[in-house]
């Protein structure tokens, strides 16, 4: 999943106010430095890890996700920044796909907090293992919410 880009910048998108706020800073940061944003979204089937699980059409839910991705983007954006970003959606544990998509990046961008953070908790699990498992620098994003 690396990619040999001078500039890159991967984001972790995952719904949250935090990560809304991570990717804003992404987008100024390579606007700073002539690189460009790859906005990454894990992406896992439901009960995928418990012995029983609700009868999922596979193909329809990632779809359904790459939809919600492609429009958090252009909410957070707007059209013609969504434009200027790649989407990636990959399968998989969060921490786990942005250390992949991180790799030879210049920086991986992640909200301090995901959707299941616990308000008082400093960090969410995903930032927490990212910052200390990355082959790159880390930034960690606040949003004003938090």
Same mark, same amino acid.
């Given at each position: ?17 935090s990560?809304h706020?991570?990717l ?8 700073l430095i002539?690189?460009?944003v790859?906005?990454?979204a ?14 999922v ?13 492609v429009q =958090?983007?252009?909410? /957070? ?6 434009a200027?970003? !790649? +989407? @990636? %959606?990959?399968?998989g544990?969060p921490?786990d796909?942005?250390?992949r998509a991180?790799?030879?990046? =210049?920086?991986l961008? /992640? ?8 308000? !008082? +908790? @400093? %960090? ?6 990212v910052a ?8 960690i994003v ?5």
């Amino acid at each position: 999943m690396a990619m040999e880009t001078s500039g890159r910048v991967v984001v972790g998108i995952d719904g949250s106010a935090s990560s809304h706020a991570a990717l804003r800073w992404a987008v100024r940061y390579a606007d700073l430095i002539g690189g460009n944003v790859d906005a990454v979204a894990a992406w896992e089937l439901p009960g995928m890890y418990s012995w029983s699980g609700p009868v999922v059409d596979a193909d329809l839910d990632e779809d359904n996700a790459r939809q919600g991705l492609v429009q =958090e983007l252009r909410d /957070v954006l707007g059209t013609e920044g969504a434009a200027s970003v !790649r +989407a @990636l %959606l990959v399968r998989g544990n969060p921490a786990d796909v942005l250390l992949r998509a991180a790799e030879g990046a =210049e920086a991986l961008v /992640v909200g301090s907090h995901g959707r299941g953070g616990f308000a !008082r +908790a @400093l %960090l969410g699990s995903v930032s927490h293992r990212v910052a200390q498992h990355a082959d790159c620098p880390v930034v960690i994003v606040r949003s004003k919410a938090s």
